[in-house]
């Protein structure tokens, strides 16, 4: 299936990293042009040197998304040199922040809020507006389970995941009357190569993980490429009637099941 991409410009920030990086594969694969925006500089040229060597387009930026004026900047940059910005995936944020209610640093908190909640804010309201005056534009955001149900000990990083699917909807509400679309991804645990393994050897390298792999009814978890397929249909011309969703890649973890 051809997803008519040849003629756009995808940008996928936390380009750098494990899903980040599979995202600018599919789409560049697809014919975009793909921007790897990330805070590591090295590790976006990386990425973007891998597509170009595999024939694909991309170009490699730095931007630190909690700054606003570099933001906008570069944002103005692309768009003297691409036309404009037509794909945007909000993938960037932090992962790493564990802690409950009462004893949660506040430092991690104001972290995930500046990075998760308001650097996807940052670049969105710098590439959106550009989006609806050309009558066409995808933004699709990465919130996470965590962000739809709640996590145990990860107090900052579901609040700014359940932002960004309020997020996402109203950006849908605003974009649908000029041909733009929001749609929100909400993934399980996605582990790569990991995901071949059986829930007792996964016990050796991560409990938590082993127990989501025995809790979901397909009995592995997930891979990058099960989150950038989805990204790749999202930003097609064949997903021009889908808006303001928010789309599991959970294995069916998140059914009832006893």
């Known amino acids: 299936m051809d997803f008519g991409l040849d003629d756009k410009t995808a940008l996928v920030t936390g380009g750098a990293g494990r899903i980040g990086s599979e ?3 599919i789409l560049a694969a697809e014919g975009a042009e793909v921007v790897v925006l990330d805070v590591d500089e090295d ?9 170009e060597e595999d024939g694909g387009d991309a170009i490699a930026v730095e ?10 900047e570069t944002v103005e940059d692309l768009q003297d040199e691409t036309g404009g910005v037509d794909v945007l995936v909000n993938n960037a944020g932090m992962v ?7 004893d949660l640093s506040e430092d991690l908190w104001d972290r995930d809020m500046e990075i998760n909640l308001t650097g996807t804010y940052n670049i969105t309201r710098e590439i ?5 005056e050309r009558g066409w534009g995808r933004v699709i955001s990465m919130s996470s389970m965590a962000g739809a149900f ?13 932002g960004l699917i309020g997020f996402g909807k109203t950006l849908a509400l605003e974009g649908a009357p000029e041909g ?8 399980s645990i996605v582990v790569g190569d990991l995901a071949d393994l059986p829930p007792e050897q996964i016990d050796n390298i991560n409990e938590h993980w082993a127990d989501i792999a025995r809790a979901t009814p397909m009995g592995n978890l997930g891979r ?17 009637y889908i808006t303001g969703q928010v789309i599991g890649v959970t294995g069916g973890v998140d059914l009832f099941t006893y």
């Open 180 to 187: 733009v679309t929001s749609n929100v991804i909400t993934p």
């Open 150 to 162: 709640g996590g145990y000990g990860q107090l900052s990083y579901s609040t700014t995941k359940a």
């Open 224 to 240: 990058e490429e099960d989150v950038s397929n989805l990204i790749a249909y999202l930003a097609s011309e064949q997903a021009s």
């Open 23 to 25: 995202d600018c594969r």
């Open 43 to 51: 590790g976006a040229k990386e990425v973007a040197d891998e597509i």
């Open 128 to 132: 959106f507006p550009n989006m609806c």
């Open 96 to 102: 790493d922040a564990v802690g409950r209610a009462g």
């Open 63 to 72: 931007c630190d998304l909690t700054d606003r004026d570099r933001v906008a």
